[in-house]
Antibody, heavy 122, light 108 residues
Framework: QVQLVESGGGVVQPGRSLRLSCVAS????????MHWVRQAPGKGLEWAAG????????DYIDSVKGRFTISRDNSKSTLYLQMNSLRAEDTAVYYC???????????????WGKGTTVTVSS | EIVLTQSPGTLSLSPGETATLSCRAS???????LAWYQQKPGQAPRLLIY???SRATGIPDRFSGSGSGTDFTLTISRLEPEDFAVYYC?????????FGQGTKVEIK
């Protein structure tokens, strides 16, 4: 079955950088748009960034624009989130999620990884 | 940005009862672009409903979605012990994709 596995989380000081990865298996990764969704401790879900199946479209929530970059390597079935200038408010579990319709972008998220935890603290 | 407001914040019910969860949007959302997710503690969200009323693969028929425009509802009939969780609505028709703040369904 389709599986997404995130990695790269950890504890980092404010202002530093971190790169998250999400490796997909069990489906044709290059056919699907992907998203990063985050969840701060004890809070709800917040969409952070999305990328189309071919990387031609990328979107970000305002609070991460200019600091985070979403990208993908379809040859490696891997999604990335480069996070620069990290702030305390970026502390969260970061989930990668697959869009449920091939070659679509504005669709629901049907497969989710288990998440990776990012803690920004001095 | 489309803001989604869920109510109530918490719903206290007993197994076997029916849960009715509301999601109100700040502007009209096409039914094509409204989803519901379930999240249990320490777990990733799980897709329940997409297109406002279509059940995702493997979701029991006691879960049903309805609504249009700015008002959407998730109904859980005959609550089972495994249904006690937090539920989120989401719109995915425009960027930024947005979620409601969640409704917790707890055991009474």
């Amino acid at each position: 079955q389709v599986q997404l596995v995130e990695s790269g989380g950890g504890v980092v000081q404010p202002g530093r950088s971190l790169r998250l990865s999400c490796v997909a298996s069990g489906s044709t990764f290059s056919n699907y748009a992907m998203h990063w969704v985050r969840q701060a401790p004890g809070k709800g879900l917040e969409w952070a960034a999305g990328i189309s199946y071919d990387g031609s479209s990328r979107d970000y929530i305002d609070s991460v624009k200019g600091r985070f970059t979403i990208s993908r390597d379809n040859s490696k079935s891997t999604l990335y989130l480069q996070m620069n200038s990290l702030r305390a408010e970026d502390t969260a579990v970061y989930y990668c999620a697959r869009v449920g319709v091939g070659f679509g972008y504005y669709y629901y998220m049907d497969v989710w990884g288990k998440g990776t935890t990012v803690t920004v603290s001095s | 940005e489309i803001v989604l407001t869920q109510s109530p914040g918490t719903l206290s019910l007993s197994p076997g009862e029916t849960a009715t969860l509301s999601c109100r949007a700040s502007q009209s959302v096409s039914t094509t672009y409204l989803a519901w997710y379930q999240q249990k503690p320490g777990q990733a969200p799980r897709l329940l409903i997409y297109g406002a009323s279509s059940r995702a693969t493997g979701i029991p028929d006691r879960f049903s979605g309805s609504g249009s425009g700015t008002d959407f509802t998730l109904t859980i009939s005959r609550l089972e012990p495994e249904d006690f969780a937090v539920y989120y609505c989401q719109q995915y028709g425009s960027s930024p994709w947005t979620f409601g703040q969640g409704t917790k369904v707890e055991i009474k």
